[in-house]
C-alpha cells in the first residue's frame, strides 16, 4: 500500500496557507488597513468552509453518528482530523488481519500490441485509505481556484500598489502559488487516473516535473498580467473579469437547457431539488474558476449523468491556449499604453516579452509532457502535436478563405469558370470534411476530474457500505 503522501501535502499547504494569512491579516488590522484585512480574511475563511462542507459531503458524515467529528469540521479542523485518520488506517495494515478482500484486475500498459490483466487483493483499509485520497484530491482543487488563486492575486496587487514585499506577505504568496500549482497537479493527475481507470498507470518523476512546471508557468503569468492590468485600470479589469467568470459558469447551464434534458438527480438520493441545484452550481464554479487562471482537463456537462464531456479533444485546447495568449497580450498592450510612473524604474518592452515567453514556455512543457512522459500516450488515438499542427492548418485555412483577397474577381474570375472541368472528376468534399477537427478525431478517452474512479467495481465485495458509497459520490 503506497504511503499517503498526497494527503500529507494537502493538509500541510492548507495548514500553512491559512495560518499565514490569518498572521497577514493582524499585520493589516494593526497598519489600519482594514479593507485588505477583509479580503485577506475573506479569501482565506470562504475556500475552508467549502473545504469542510465537501469532507463531510463524501464521507457522509451527516448521516451518521459522529457529533466529536462534526464539531471539529465547524472549528475549521476537518482536514487536520482526516488526515490524521487516514495515517491512523495506513499504520494499522498489517497489524489486524482483513476480515475478506476482494480481487481487483488492472490491464498493464501494451507491449508490441498487447495488454495483460494483472490481479492483485484490495483489502478493506486499502478502500477506506483510496476514499480519503479521493477526497483530499477535491479540496485541493477547491482550496488552490477558490482561495490560493485570489489570495495570491489580492497580495501582489497590494505588493504593486504599496511598492514593497514584506515577509509575511512574502511568505503567503509564495505558498499560494505553490498551493495552485498542487491544485492544478492533482486535476492532471486524477484525470489520468480516471480516464485510464482500467490500467495500472505509473506516473514518473518526469512527468510531475513537466505538469508542474507547465502550470507553474502558465498559472503566474495569467496572475502578473492581470494585477499589471488591474493597478493602471482599476476598473476595467471588473468586466475583463467578470466576462471571463460568466462564459465558463453559464456555458455548460446553456448547453443543458439547449439540450432539453430531465433535471439531473443522481447527485445525491438525500439531497432536494434545491440542493441539487447548489451541488450544481457550485460545481460550474469551480470550473469557472479554474478556466480563469488555467486550463480546466474536463468540460462539464450537466446533462450527462457523470456531469462531465467526454468527448475531450486536442482542437478545444488548442482553440483556448491561443484565445487566452491574445488576451494576454492585449492586457499587457493596454497596459503599456496606459502604465504611470511608477513603472519608470522596470524596462516595460523587456517586462511583457518575459511574460509572452513565459506563457510559451507553459505550452511548451504541456507538449512535452503529452508527447514524451504521459504515461498513457500509447493508448492515445492521435499524437497531440499532429493534432494541434492539424487544427492549426485548419485555423488558416478559414482565415484564408475569409480573406477577400483569396477571391478570384473580374475576368479571373470569368476566366477561371469557363475552363473548369464540367463534372468528370471525382467528388471530393467528404475529403476536405475529414480533415476538419471534431469531438471524435482527437479523443483521449474519458476526461474528467469530478468522479472519483470506479475502483468501487472490483472492491464492491470487499469494501463495506459506507466506503464504497462514499467512493462512488459525485461532487
Known amino acids: 500500500m503506497r504511503f499517503p503522501s498526497s494527503i500529507f501535502v494537502s493538509v500541510s499547504l492548507f495548514t500553512a496557507e491559512t495560518t499565514a494569512a490569518l498572521y497577514l491579516s493582524t499585520t493589516y488590522r494593526s497598519a489600519g488597513d482594514q479593507i485588505w484585512q477583509g479580503l485577506t480574511l475573506l479569501f482565506t475563511l470562504v475556500p475552508s468552509v467549502l473545504v469542510q462542507l465537501t469532507l463531510t459531503f463524501i464521507h457522509r458524515d451527516l448521516s451518521r453518528d459522529r457529533p466529536l467529528i462534526l464539531l471539529l469540521h465547524i472549528l475549521q479542523l476537518g482536514p487536520i482530523v482526516r488526515c490524521l485518520e487516514a495515517f491512523c488506517i495506513y499504520g494499522s495494515v498489517g497489524q489486524v488481519e482483513e476480515p475478506y478482500v476482494s480481487i481487483t484486475r488492472k490491464k498493464q500498459m501494451p507491449r508490441e500490441g498487447q495488454s495483460e490483466e494483472v490481479e492483485r487483493q484490495v483489502g478493506q483499509a486499502e478502500g477506506k485509505l483510496f476514499t480519503h485520497r479521493a477526497a483530499f484530491s477535491r479540496t485541493s482543487v477547491i482550496?488552490?481556484?477558490?482561495?490560493?488563486?485570489?489570495?495570491?492575486?489580492?497580495?501582489?496587487?497590494?505588493?504593486?500598489?504599496?511598492?514593497?514585499?514584506?515577509?509575511?506577505?512574502?511568505?503567503?504568496?509564495?505558498?499560494s502559488l505553490l498551493s495552485i500549482v498542487y491544485g492544478a497537479?492533482?486535476?492532471?493527475?486524477?484525470?489520468?487516473?480516471?480516464?485510464?481507470d482500467d490500467y495500472e498507470v505509473d506516473i514518473r518523476p518526469m512527468a510531475y516535473l513537466c505538469i508542474f512546471l507547465w502550470r507553474g508557468f502558465e498559472i503566474a503569468t495569467r496572475v502578473v498580467v492581470l494585477v499589471l492590468f488591474s493597478s493602471v485600470l482599476q476598473l476595467w479589469v471588473l468586466p475583463v473579469v467578470f466576462l471571463n467568470f460568466s462564459v465558463f459558469f453559464f456555458y455548460p447551464w446553456i448547453l443543458f437547457w439547449h439540450s432539453h434534458s430531465p433535471f439531473p438527480e443522481n447527485i445525491e438520493k438525500t439531497l432536494t431539488r434545491v440542493g441539487t441545484t447548489i451541488v450544481l452550481c457550485l460545481l460550474t464554479f469551480l470550473y469557472a474558476g479554474i478556466n480563469m487562471f488555467c486550463w480546466s482537463a474536463v468540460q462539464v456537462k450537466l446533462n450527462d449523468p457523470d456531469l462531465i464531456n467526454k468527448s475531450q479533444n486536442w482542437y478545444r485546447m488548442a482553440v483556448y491556449y491561443m484565445v487566452r495568449f491574445v488576451e494576454n497580450a492585449s492586457l499587457l498592450l493596454l497596459w503599456y499604453m496606459y502604465k504611470t510612473d511608477f513603472y519608470e524604474f522596470i524596462f516595460a518592452p523587456l517586462l511583457v516579452l518575459q511574460l509572452l515567453l513565459a506563457y510559451a514556455m507553459a505550452v511548451f512543457f504541456m507538449l512535452v509532457f503529452y508527447q514524451f512522459c504521459h504515461p498513457c500516450r500509447r493508448l492515445f488515438s492521435s499524437?497531440?502535436?499532429?493534432?494541434?499542427?492539424?487544427?492549426?492548418?485548419?485555423?488558416?485555412?478559414?482565415?484564408?478563405?475569409?480573406?477577400?483577397?483569396?477571391?478570384?474577381?473580374?475576368?479571373?474570375?470569368l476566366e477561371t469558370s469557363v475552363h473548369q472541368e464540367p463534372s468528370n472528376r471525382p467528388d471530393t468534399s467528404s475529403d476536405s470534411a475529414d480533415d476538419v477537427p471534431n469531438d471524435t478525431t482527437y479523443d483521449v478517452l474519458n476526461d474528467t476530474i469530478y468522479n472519483v474512479p470506479n475502483v468501487e467495481n472490483s472492491v464492491r465485495g470487499g469494501v463495506n457500505g459506507d466506503v464504497s458509497h462514499s467512493m462512488s459520490c459525485n461532487v
Open 383 to 413: 499524437s497531440m502535436t499532429q493534432g494541434l499542427w492539424d487544427c492549426s492548418s485548419f485555423l488558416c485555412v478559414l482565415c484564408t478563405s475569409a480573406s477577400p483577397h483569396s477571391r478570384p474577381t473580374g475576368r479571373a474570375a
Open 143 to 175: 482550496q488552490a481556484f477558490l482561495g490560493s488563486a485570489p489570495q495570491l492575486t489580492l497580495q501582489l496587487y497590494i505588493c504593486v500598489l504599496q511598492q514593497e514585499v514584506s515577509i509575511g506577505r512574502g511568505t503567503l504568496m509564495v505558498i
Open 185 to 196: 497537479l492533482r486535476c492532471n493527475i486524477l484525470a489520468i487516473k480516471l480516464k485510464y
